[in-house]
């Protein structure tokens, strides 16, 4: 990734007003980069035939191993949540990365488990995709990148 240099969010959106206070600045200074993180993920997904949801459910299946998940599971597990669990499990299903099975006892329960096709595609992605975190993150130190954990800790504890 080419390094750019360093602008305010009001300089890159060419914002020529003040912010009304901090706390909007930097609510949309986290979404922005947030939306850059995500948009670089998607297009380093894009090759493998997978979307970062797709990818996120497979990641959780895998943690899970043998005794699988229910859809509720997933979702609640999920780094970005998803309105419809349903119809992406259907379409991870459908592309043979995980197969579902309907309880004995009750049937709507449903469990999702990850398939050795599933497996496979994540070791392909899972090196690569560490090198393009990395890449992602140019010029921070470690202790830059533990102080953005801690503040957005933080954050997601004062907000939820």
């Not at 990734?1 to 959106?13: F, V």
């Not at 200074?29 to 990818?55: C, E, N, V, W």
């Not at 349903?86 to 488990?113: F, H, N």
Request: a positive charge; glycine letters at 6%; charged letters at 25%.
């Amino acid at each position: 990734m080419p390094k750019k240099q360093t602008t305010t969010l009001a300089e890159e959106i060419q914002q020529s007003r003040p912010f009304s206070s901090l706390q909007e600045e930097a609510c949309l200074s986290l979404m922005r980069a947030s939306a850059d993180l995500s948009h670089g993920i998607d297009q380093f997904l894009k090759p493998f035939g997978i979307t970062q949801s797709q990818y996120n459910v497979l990641r959780i299946l895998r943690g899970a191993g043998a005794a699988g998940l229910g859809r509720n599971q997933i979702a609640e597990r999920m780094v970005t949540p998803t309105p419809d669990a349903s119809r992406l499990l259907d379409r991870l299903e459908e592309s043979g990365w995980i197969r579902r099975k309907r309880g004995k006892d009750d049937r709507r329960q449903v469990t999702s488990y990850i398939t050795a096709a599933g497996q496979k595609l994540l070791k392909k992605v899972d090196a690569p995709l560490v090198a393009f975190h990395k890449q992602q993150f140019p010029g921070l130190r470690q202790a830059d990148l533990r102080q953005i954990l801690k503040l957005l800790s933080s954050l997601r504890a004062a907000t939820s």
